[in-house]
C-alpha cells in the first residue's frame, strides 16, 4: 500500500461513482466485545474486528493487565481468554492514547479487582476530554480513591481500585454515554445488584442501548428506564454465557462518509454489510442524507446510494443522538442549494478536539460561510466563492488529530469543483485516520479509479 503524502491531495471524481465498498468493523463494538471478553467466562474468537489504533490501545491494555490476547489482521481475528472478571496484575502503567472508549471503559473495568494500583495518562487531547462523571461515580461509591497528577476530573490520574459493592450509584453522562456503559459493563461484579440514576435531563442513549444489547449478547441482562433515567444490573454470576464466536458489524459511522459521497461525485455506490448492523444508531443518519434528497435502497446484505435527482436540500436537523455523523453532514452542507443548520452537538466540542469549531474553520478556509453557536452551526453553500479561493491549488485542510474532520474533508474533495478534474483540497496529517479507519484514503481513491474506469 502506498504511504499517504502530508499533506494528502484529494483527487475529485471526474466520473459519477460507480462501485462498491465494503466497511470495516465497528470500533465501538469491537472495542466492548474486547472487553466484554475479558470479562466473560470462557475463550472468545471474536471476528470482523476492526483492526486500528483504538483497538490497539484496548488489546495492548487488556495484556498488559495480563490476559491472553491473540490477533490476526488479515483474517480480522481476535482470541481473548476470558478470566470470569479476574485482572491478574495489581499494579500497572496503561496508556490510553486518544481513545475515549478505551479510556472510560478500562477505568470503570479496573475498579473490579479490589486492591488494584493503575497508572493512567493519554495523548494531550484526551487530557482534555471528560472523564469526572466516571471518576466522580467511582469515588462517591466507594470503587476506587483517586490521585491526580493534574487538574482533577482529567487525565493523568492513579486510580486504587477497592470493587464495587453494588447498591446505588448516582452518574453525570452528560458529557459521554460512555461513561454509563463503562460502569454498566463493569457493576455484573459488584457484590450485590446496582441501580444506576444518571444526573441530568438529557443522555445520548444509541451507545447506551448498544452496550445493553452486547451485554445481553454475552448472557448479561439489565434493565432500563430511559424516562427517569434509572439502570438496573444484576450481580452474580456475570456473562454466563457468551458465545463462542462473536462477529463484530460494521460500522455505521464509518459508514456515514460512502452513505454521503454520491452527494459529492453523483452516480451509485453500493456499501456491503450493512443490512447486518442493528446495534448502531448511527445508521440513522441514513435518513438526514434521504431528506436531502439522495436514493437510498436497503436490502440485508448491502445498500445502494443513488445521487440526487435534483439539487440537494438543506434542512434543521438535531444530530445529537447521531453526533458523529454531523461532521459528514457540515461538508456536503457546502454543496446544496439551501442552508443546512445542525443541532444539539454541544458536547462534541470536548471530543477528540473541538469539532463544531474545526468544522467552521476549515469550512470557512474554503470560501463557505459558517454560523457557529455554542451547540450548533449552520451552514450557507457558495460555491461560487469556494472556486474563487481554491483557484490557486488545493487548500490544506487542518485535522486537529481527528479523523472524522480528515474523512469529511475528504468525502468534499471529491466534488470535481471547477469541472475539470483539478484537486482543490487537501488534508493535512491523514493518517489520524489510523484511529477508526486506517485505509480509508485507499478505499476513496480505489473508488475514484473504479468509477473512471467502469
Same mark, same amino acid.
Given at each position: 500500500m502506498t504511504p499517504l503524502s ?59 493487565l495480563g490476559f491472553t490476547v ?25 496508556? /490510553? ?313 475528504? /468525502? ?43
Amino acid at each position: 500500500m502506498t504511504p499517504l503524502s502530508d499533506p494528502h491531495v484529494i483527487q475529485p471524481f471526474t466520473q459519477p461513482i460507480n462501485g462498491s465498498v465494503s466497511l470495516p468493523g465497528s470500533k465501538s463494538i469491537s472495542n466492548r466485545s474486547l472487553l466484554l471478553a475479558a470479562m466473560s467466562q470462557r475463550r472468545v474468537v471474536l471476528h470482523d474486528c476492526l483492526f486500528s489504533r483504538d483497538t490497539e490501545i484496548m488489546m495492548q491494555a487488556l495484556q498488559t493487565l495480563g490476559f491472553t490476547v491473540e490477533s490476526d489482521p488479515v483474517t480480522r481475528r481476535i482470541e481473548v481468554e476470558g478470566l470470569g472478571g479476574s485482572i491478574p496484575v495489581a499494579e500497572a502503567d496503561i496508556d /490510553v492514547g486518544n481513545s475515549g472508549t478505551s479510556a472510560r471503559l478500562l477505568t470503570a473495568f479496573l475498579a473490579i479487582r479490589n486492591g488494584g494500583v493503575y497508572h493512567l495518562d493519554g495523548d494531550e487531547p484526551m487530557r482534555k476530554r471528560p472523564m469526572r462523571g466516571l471518576l466522580t461515580a467511582l469515588e462517591s461509591s466507594g470503587a476506587a480513591t483517586i490521585e491526580y497528577h493534574a487538574e482533577p476530573g482529567f487525565f493523568p490520574f492513579t486510580l486504587k481500585t477497592h470493587g464495587y459493592a453494588g447498591g446505588t450509584m448516582k452518574a453525570d453522562a452528560s458529557e459521554s454515554s460512555q461513561i454509563l456503559s463503562a460502569l454498566m459493563m463493569a457493576l455484573p461484579f459488584a457484590k450485590k445488584d446496582t441501580t444506576v440514576h444518571v444526573l441530568g435531563v438529557k443522555m445520548r442513549t444509541p451507545y447506551v442501548v448498544m452496550t445493553l444489547d452486547m451485554m445481553e449478547q454475552f448472557g448479561q441482562a439489565g434493565s432500563c428506564d430511559f424516562t427517569t433515567l434509572t439502570f438496573h444490573i444484576s450481580a452474580g454470576c456475570p456473562y454466563p454465557d457468551a458465545p463462542a464466536n462473536y462477529v463484530v458489524e460494521p460500522d455505521a459511522s464509518a459508514a456515514s462518509y460512502f452513505l454521503a459521497l454520491p452527494a459529492a461525485t453523483g452516480g451509485e455506490l453500493t456499501i456491503h454489510g450493512l443490512g447486518a448492523a442493528r446495534l448502531q444508531g448511527d445508521l440513522e443518519y441514513a435518513q438526514v442524507l434521504e431528506h436531502a434528497g439522495l436514493k437510498i435502497e436497503r436490502d440485508l446484505d448491502r445498500w445502494i446510494v443513488r445521487e440526487a435527482e435534483s439539487g440537494l436540500v438543506g434542512a434543521t436537523t438535531d444530530f445529537y443522538q447521531i453526533s458523529d455523523t454531523f461532521l459528514t453532514q457540515a461538508a456536503v452542507a457546502a454543496l446544496m442549494e439551501t442552508p443546512t443548520r445542525i443541532t444539539g452537538i454541544g458536547h462534541t466540542r470536548h471530543q477528540e478536539t473541538d469539532r463544531i469549531a474545526a468544522m467552521a474553520t476549515e469550512l470557512g478556509k474554503l470560501g463557505v460561510r459558517v454560523e457557529e453557536g455554542e451547540g450548533e452551526m449552520t451552514i450557507y453553500p457558495d460555491r461560487a466563492k469556494m472556486r474563487e479561493v481554491a483557484a490557486d491549488g488545493p487548500i490544506a485542510i487542518d485535522t486537529y488529530e481527528d479523523h472524522r474532520v480528515a474523512m469529511s474533508f475528504g /468525502v468534499l474533495g471529491s466534488y470535481d469543483l471547477f469541472g475539470d478534474g483539478r484537486p482543490w483540497i487537501s488534508i493535512k496529517d491523514p493518517k489520524c485516520c489510523s484511529k477508526t479507519f486506517p485505509d480509508f484514503f485507499h478505499v476513496l481513491e480505489s473508488l475514484r479509479e473504479e468509477s473512471v474506469t467502469a
